[in-house]
């Protein structure tokens, strides 16, 4: 298999991690609130998957010049994302958040270019406009409302899209050399803890009255979307241009809606297949050629 058809599996594996965290992140904040449910279960990814890592010989130590790298990358790619997605929805609405938050693609390739030099060609921005169009379908006449009041939940979905597609430029301009299991540990743990040390500051965390499903649920982001989705991402990553593998990324608001109504019974209909089928063409036209 070709790097790019294994970096395409890899982005739908993403899509389908990344996506039905949203209907698991549903259910489980009626239990617990954002900031505690996200870092707790990406310590607890970070924790079983770096047991894991050991287990099987793959070493964890990273070296001396490589951590104000590390760092950097699980700020931009773990904390800014998390964290500002998160607290932007005490404004937003989860349609209104996910159409400002899937403008990372237009983001990295105007960051791609002078950066890394990928110059987008006619296929990509076409992929990119089908991608984009395909969310823009999947939110129309989802209650999206534009005010003042909204700004400030506005300008962190934004900031969030932007130091998203910075931290995958970024990544492709200056690679950590390190096993990718050992690079997924380190930047969900380190991208996670000022979440944690921050929730206590900001929410009440009752982990004592935490239901059978939410305990599931929280099992499920940490393995799942925490760990095997964001392997999949750095692989994909790996092995794609950054413009290209943030297109890749458009997979994950329909996947979410898809698997909310599947879930939860929500109503799919012509709107919802129409953007799956929208941004499923961006997504594999935009990956047609090489780099």
């Not at 935490?210 to 392997?231: D, E, H």
Request: aromatic share 8%; glycine share 12%; hydrophobic share 60%.
């Amino acid at each position: 298999m070709t790097p790019r058809a294994t970096g395409l599996l890899l982005l739908v594996l993403t899509g389908l991690g990344w996506g039905s965290n949203w209907p698991a992140m549903q259910l489980l904040l009626r239990e617990m609130p954002p900031l505690a449910a996200r870092s707790y279960a990406g310590l607890a990814s970070s924790l079983i998957f770096g047991l894991g890592a050991l287990a099987f010989g793959v070493t964890l130590r990273v070296p001396r010049r490589m951590w104000a790298r590390l760092m950097l990358s699980s700020l931009l790619n773990v904390t800014a994302w998390m964290g500002l997605a998160t607290v932007g929805l005490l404004w937003l609405s989860a349609a209104e958040a996910a159409t400002l938050a899937y403008t990372m693609p237009v983001w990295a390739a105007l960051l791609a270019w002078p950066i890394l030099g990928e110059r987008p060609s006619a296929a990509k921005l076409a992929g990119l406009v089908l991608g984009i169009g395909g969310v823009v379908i999947l939110f129309a006449g989802r209650g999206v409302e534009v005010g003042l009041e909204k700004l400030p939940g506005m300008l962190m979905l934004l900031a969030a899209a932007m130091l998203f597609a910075l931290g995958a430029v970024l990544s492709k301009r200056y690679p950590l050399p390190m096993h990718p299991v050992a690079a997924m540990v380190w930047q969900v743990g380190l991208g996670c803890l000022p979440l944690f040390l921050l929730s206590p500051f900001l929410e009440e965390v009752q982990l004592a009255e935490l239901s059978g499903l939410g305990w599931f649920l929280m099992g499920w982001m940490a393995i799942v979307a925490l760990g095997i989705a964001y392997l999949a991402w750095f692989g994909a990553l790996a092995r794609l241009p950054a413009s290209t593998a943030t297109i890749g990324t458009l997979l994950v608001p329909i996947v979410a809606v898809l698997a909310t109504g599947l879930l939860l019974g929500e109503p799919l209909g012509l709107r919802e297949w129409g953007a799956l089928g929208f941004t499923l063409a961006g997504v594999l036209l935009a990956t047609r050629q090489r780099a």
